[in-house]
């Protein structure tokens, strides 16, 4: 910072030096006379000019002065608060100091209690992985006992209905077990990538040995719609055969939505997809029957298709959105979004999930179901030949879909139709893909509904039908399909057989491999520079 300093007021002086020698000269002509000095100079004229000079310089130079002095005065002042505001400065950094030395004994101590938990968590898990061990290998043992009595008691009953329960028995003796082999493996995924090796290696055998009699071994092979079939078993208690393969009912309530069609067979045990795709659906049914998720219709749906050649499964359940944060952590083993009251996830469904996937070479991914603004325009002719068309809007209010009709004032939970008669068809126009979907009365019941022809899979909306004497009720309901959609692809048996399994993963083999060229590339330039 730049300081206003006072200097000595050298003009003045060399004035006051000419004026005195100036005046020494007119007290002394004799000395202006040696030295020849015109006598002009020492004219009148001359004196008042150099003394007003004179009194111009000091008045001047003192004005100089008391401004450079009051300036002076302000630095001083300034100084003064810049030293206050630094012992300020310097007690509360003292303070602080104080204080975060009180924090760094606090974490120091933190740290040592971390560390001998996690001293004491290692030695845990070498016990538990010892205890594993042994679990392991009395429960072969076990396993083997069991699985040889119960067949030999089914080798020796005829009735199916004795049989039955003793079948029924095994399957979930070997389930239980296939649980705690995963369990207790060290590496899920690999351990499963290993048993489909070995299953890949009995086939190649059989096909090079030349047996035609079975084309794959029966014990490696299962189709989806078992696996799935065990899944809802588990969960709803119903299997494919109680259900019409669209909807899964219990006591008469709508469970879920089901869409299934032909995929081919798949390569592996079968009991791992079978507990994959349980804890996908227990999840479902959670947020199903949480109070802030539920609704009149099913909350879950489960679909089953073949993409390219890889078995796909859907299941959707009403939960929260994942946002980014979490994205990365839901695989992870004891990460669970249950946080809330007494509900709390163990962190073990996603993360069995995810090995199982990655030990079939699968994929797992998850995509978010957002609620959407919809025109719908419907059209309803009756059998006494009434025709009522509307057009209807779907509105989105706070996240929450509502419906009003096209003109009308706020949106509402639904819209009604009442009138004489039974319903000869029914029109249904989508303004987003401008197709229309014509519903047959004659294929109407009583009471019936009517879900949206164009999406199944998340319908947007429900048409519920009630017939009574004479009269026809008609009701349009939005509904909420906002929630997750977790999709699992796995391999199918002629994909691995075709090795064909990386051609889902191609573009991120080669964006890896382009990445790990360009790691070389650097440092080859490294070198040369």
Known sequence: MKTNTILYPYITALMAVLVITYLFLLGHPNIADTYKIPVAVFSPHWKWILITAFALTLILEFRIYRRRCKSQAKEIT????????????????QARAHVYAGHADKLKLFISDKLIEYIEYDEKFLHFKSIASEVRHNGVISYDKIKTVLTEQMEQLDNFEEIEPLQSALESLIYLWDLLDLSTADNIALHIANQICESEETIFQSELSGDEREPYPSQNVFTAESALDKSLKRCF???????????ISVDGHSQARLSIKPVDLLLGNENHLVLALENLISNAQFYAGQRRYRQKHAGIAIFLDQLDNFARFRVFNRGPHIDSENAEYIYQLGFSTRRRREHHGKGLGLYFVNEIVKGYDGKLEYHNID?????????????????????????IDEEKPLCRKSGAGQGESQQEWKFFGTVDNIEITHRSDQRTHRIDGEKLSHRDLIYDPSQPSYPRWQLELRRKYKNTLLKFSPLDISGVEFEL?????????????????EETMEHQVSQ??????????????
């Open 237 to 247: 208690g119903v299997t494919l055969g109680d259900t019409d393969y669209r909807h």
């Open 78 to 93: 300034h100084f003064k608060h810049q030293v206050e505001e630094l012992l300020e400065n310097k007690k509360q950094i």
């Open 371 to 395: 609620n959407h603004n919809e025109v719908v325009s419907l059209r309803i002719e009756t059998t006494d030949g009434e025709i009522i068309t509307d057009v209807i809007e779907i509105l």
């Open 516 to 529: 790990i060229k360009a790691r070389f590339i650097d440092q080859e330039n490294l070198k040369i520079s």
């Open 489 to 505: 692809r796995l391999p199918t048996l002629n994909a691995r057989l075709n090795g064909e399994l990386l051609s889902p993963d």
